[in-house]
C-alpha cells in the first residue's frame, strides 16, 4: 500500500494577534516542525495581520500518521528571546491524503499544558 513520503505546508497569514513589539505591532514569524524537520518564515515586520504565503515541504518521520505538524507564531525579539504568540497541533492522521488541497483557518492555542483562556488570534 502507498503511503505519503512528505507533507506540504502552506502558511498564508495571521489575523488578531497579540501585540507584542512597539505600537502594538509585531516581527512575526511562524516555525514549523514535524518529527525533527523544522522551517522558518521571513520575518514580517510592524505588522499586524501579517501575510506569509511561504510554502515548505518536510519529511513524515517514521511513527507516520501519529506524527503532528507543530506550527508557532512568534514575535522577533533582539533583547531577550523571541516572545510566543500562539501555536497549533494538526496531527496528520486528521488529513486524508486523496483530498485536495484545502485552506483553513486555525485558531492559535496556548503553550501545551497552559489552560489560557485568552484569544491569541488565528
Known sequence: MWSPTHVQVLVKCARGLNGKGKNG????????????????????????????????????????????????????????GDEFLGQISLPLQEFDVYEKPKAIVYQLLCKPGQKKAEYRGE
Open 25 to 80: 505591532t509585531n516581527d512575526a514569524f511562524v516555525t514549523i516542525g514535524l518529527g525533527k524537520e523544522k522551517f522558518q518564515t521571513s520575518v514580517k515586520e510592524k505588522a499586524e495581520d501579517p501575510e506569509w504565503c511561504e510554502q515548505c515541504e518536510l519529511s513524515i518521520p517514521q511513527q507516520g500518521n501519529r506524527a503532528e505538524v507543530v506550527l508557532k507564531v512568534l514575535h522577533r525579539n533582539f533583547v531577550g
